[in-house]
């Protein structure tokens, strides 16, 4: 079924773009014990790190992330970039500078940090 007639398809049900398709991924995939059994959407709270993952491997993909590297760099230089500059932002990082007090940035790694007491 095309796509377009297939609204609920998911990633694997869609086949490689072309210029994608021999590409080796930049980055490592974390994988999850049982993932074949979910039912419904994995929401993470908390990740345990391999030890292949330093604190300083993450913060450095993070800063160089195409997505999300303007929005570590203002974290992390203590920016406050007007609305002109914002704009010209990658929408992930756009995403991430709105949503402070909870994104912060916590042994150099940014962090989404919320108050789950009930």
Request: charged content about 30%; hydrophobic content about 35%; proline content about 7%.
């Amino acid at each position: 079924m095309p796509g377009r007639l297939h609204s609920n398809a998911d990633p694997v049900s869609r086949q490689t773009c072309k210029k994608c398709r021999g590409r080796v991924a930049l980055t490592s995939w974390i994988e999850c014990e049982r993932a074949d059994e979910l039912v419904e959407p994995l929401s993470v709270h908390v990740v345990r790190l391999l030890p292949e993952f330093t604190l300083q491997d993450i913060a450095t993909a993070q800063a160089e992330d195409s997505e999300i590297g303007d929005a570590y760099r203002v974290f992390s230089e203590g920016l406050d970039p007007n609305p002109d500059e914002l704009r010209a932002f990658p929408v992930e990082s756009r995403l991430l500078l709105s949503n402070r007090p909870e994104i912060q940035l916590q042994e150099d790694v940014l962090v989404l940090v919320r108050d789950e007491t009930i």
